[in-house]
Every structure is written in C-alpha cells, then in structure tokens.
T-cell receptor, first 111, second 114 residues
Framework: EDQVTQSPEALRLQEGESSSLNCSYT??????LFWYRQDPGKGPEFLFT???AGEEKEKERLKATLTKKESFLHITAPKPEDSATYLC????????????FGRGTSLIVHP | DAEITQSPRHKITETGRQVTLACHQT?????MFWYRQDLGHGLRLIHY???????NKGEVSDGYSVSRSNTEDLPLTLESAASSQTSVYFC?????????????FGPGTRLLVL
C-alpha cells in the first residue's frame, strides 16, 4: 500500500527564516510526486511535479527536491503570504493514476 | 480561462435528506474526482470517473453516488445525509502531462449535516 507521511504537521517561521518541509513516501514504483499549496477555505493549488530522484523544481521562494524515499520543499526567506498548508501526493507506476495524499504541513510565517 | 467550479459553496442540510453537490469543469478533461477533507484524515477519495458514463468507487464511497452524463459535469449525491458526512468536499479534474496525471481542484463545498 502506498504511503505518504509529511512532517512537521505544523511549522511557524519568522519572515526571512528559511526552512524545509518533508514528504516521505513508500510506493512500489514512483510515477510522479506532486506538491500543492492550500490556502484556508480554498482548494489545493498545484505547484510542482517531480518524476525522478535528483530532480529539482523552483518557483519564487519555493524549491522542491526528490530522492528515492522523500521529497523536500525548501522555503527560502519566506514572507507572510507563503502561509498555507502544503500537501504532498505520490502517484505509483502501473495501475491507476490515482494519487495518494499526505495530511499536509501547516506553515505560518510571522511578519 | 478554463476552470473548475463547485456549487453551492456552503450547504446546511438535515439528517436523512438527499443532497447533490455540483462540479463543472471547462478544461474538457476526461478524468474527474470527488474528495472529502477532514481534520486528521487529509484528502480521501470518494468517487472518480474516467469519462462519460464511467464511474468508480474510491476509498470512502459508502453513502455517496455520482453520475457522468457529459464531459464537463460530475455531480455528487448524498442519498441520505448523515452527520458523519459533514465535511469539506473538493472536486478535481486531471490532465496527462509528462507521464503523469496532474489534478486540478475546485474551490470546495462546505457541507454541514444537522
């Protein structure tokens, strides 16, 4: 059974204080790993897809990296507007394309 | 711009009533999904569809049904609402990019069953 574990559950940062969110996964074969951002009262917003170990993707202050067992979402010099819940999901190779989601990391950035 | 919409955004109903939540997408995606999101559980798949007249059960399908009569719409019906179905419901559709199916989500419907 595919499993996705995100840590920490919650993270509080000061503006400008860089940090990383972790997504550990267990899957028979990885087709893709997804990162989403979810603001309160809204649906998840797609950020990145990573396909293979060693791959990196960047968007503004966010950089996602991937190894064979986990993915990190690095947040550099965060701003209050980066406050959100970040969700990770994996899609296994073979079979359906249904992703397995983690429970998310709630990030609060204080000014 | 193409988009995915859900209605209503908020709904209060009573136990035992039938409720239908609407989902409409204009991307012409074949694949559509319904999830519920609850504290402590994350996103859980209710039903999904790979095209017109195709429907499949997800992880938590009991008490829910869907129908797909066209590409754009996947309504979710709670046949006899229960308090345990109080939740936030998200619809999603997906497209095939780079060897994976990438899901895009609607804004959600917050349902309260009294």
């Amino acid at each position: 059974e595919d499993q996705v574990t995100q840590s920490p559950e919650a993270l509080r940062l000061q503006e400008g204080e860089s940090s990383s969110l972790n997504c550990s996964y267990t899957v028979s074969g990885l087709r893709g790993l997804f990162w989403y951002r979810q603001d309160p009262g809204k649906g998840p917003e797609f950020l990145f897809t990573l396909y293979s170990a060693g791959e990196e993707k960047e968007k503004e202050r966010l950089k996602a990296t991937l190894t064979k067992k986990e993915s990190f979402l690095h947040i550099t010099a965060p701003k209050p507007e980066d406050s959100a819940t970040y969700l990770c999901a994996v899609q296994a190779s073979g079979g359906s394309y249904i992703p397995t989601f983690g429970r998310g990391t709630s990030l609060i950035v204080h000014p | 711009d193409a988009e995915i919409t859900q209605s209503p955004r908020h709904k209060i109903t009573e136990t035992g009533r039938q409720v239908t939540l609407a989902c409409h997408q204009t991307w012409n995606h074949n694949n559509m999904f319904w999830y519920r999101q609850d504290l402590g559980h994350g996103l859980r798949l209710i039903h999904y569809s790979y095209g017109v007249h195709d429907t499949n059960k997800g992880e938590v399908s009991d008490g829910y049904s869907v129908s797909r009569s066209n590409t754009e719409d996947l309504p979710l019906t709670l046949e006899s609402a229960a308090s345990s179905q109080t939740s936030v419901y998200f619809c999603a559709s997906s497209e095939f990019i780079g060897g994976t199916e990438t899901q895009y989500f609607g804004p959600g419907t917050r349902l309260l069953v009294l």
